[in-house]
């Protein structure tokens, strides 16, 4: 089983709406959660990065939340727009190895 | 400017036959790592390297080998023996001691 669930799996919006993604995971011990974007066919790149203490973290109109109690992010989208399509994938490092656990990723299309 | 350059984009392989997928990075970074992605689920670990003339086998080595003769340098071989090869691989690398990973833009390989 995969230590790190996202939903939904896939996501429609309009232009210039909100959105939020999920990201559960049972990755122990935790060290760090990250987001990635990718673009299909090219490589993932980082959006944030969040460790235990963190509970927020923000990167343009990008917004991650950590609940590290419920083992829980999400990230929130605001004032979408078309290059936002991608697949957005979290990612949960454990232990001093920095150990990466990916989520299957969810993929959110923007449409005009 | 600094990266991480993955080569050949795409990459077409006939059955039983051994192929090469080059990563070269002019971070400095110490580590670097081989990941499959495949359509639905999270990206899986192949191989990575600590350290130049060292590497250990991830979640997913059977069918693939490595070498670490240079530090800047982390080629991947596909064998035959791999059986289900059409994937999307990623190369990434990190500084020891730091979270942030850094990726490639990836190799599209399919067996014709």
């Known amino acids: 089983k995969n230590q790190v669930e996202q939903s939904p799996q896939s996501l429609i919006i309009l232009e210039g709406k909100n959105c939020t993604l999920q990201?559960?995971?049972?990755?122990?011990?935790?060290?760090?959660l990250r987001w990635y974007k990718q673009d299909t066919g090219r490589g993932p790149v980082s959006l944030t990065i969040m460790t235990f203490s963190e509970n927020t973290k923000s990167n343009g109109r990008y917004t991650a939340t950590l609940d590290a109690d419920t083992k829980q992010s999400s990230l929130h989208i605001t004032a979408s727009q078309l290059s936002d399509s991608a697949s957005y994938i979290c990612?949960?490092?454990?232990?001093?190895?920095?150990?990466?656990?990916f989520g299957a990723g969810t993929r959110l299309t923007v449409k005009p | 400017d600094g990266g991480i350059t993955q080569s050949p984009k795409y990459l077409f392989r006939k059955e039983g036959q051994n192929v090469t997928l080059s990563c070269e990075q002019n971070?400095?970074?110490?580590?670097m790592y081989w990941y499959r992605q495949d359509p639905g689920q999270g990206l899986r670990l192949i191989y990575y390297?600590?350290?130049?003339?060292?590497?250990q086998k991830g979640d997913i080595a059977e069918g693939y080998s490595v070498s670490r003769e240079k530090k800047e340098s982390f080629p991947l071989t596909v064998t035959s023996a791999q059986k289900n090869p059409t994937a999307f691989y990623l190369c990434a690398s990190r500084q020891s001691g730091q979270v942030g990973y850094t990726f490639g833009s990836g190799t599209r390989l399919t067996v014709v």
């Open positions: 971070l400095n970074h110490d580590a």
């Open positions: 990612v949960v490092s454990a232990g001093d190895n920095n150990d990466m656990r």
């Open positions: 990201c559960n995971y049972t990755v122990s011990p935790f060290s760090n």
């Open positions: 390297s600590q350290i130049v003339n060292d590497f």
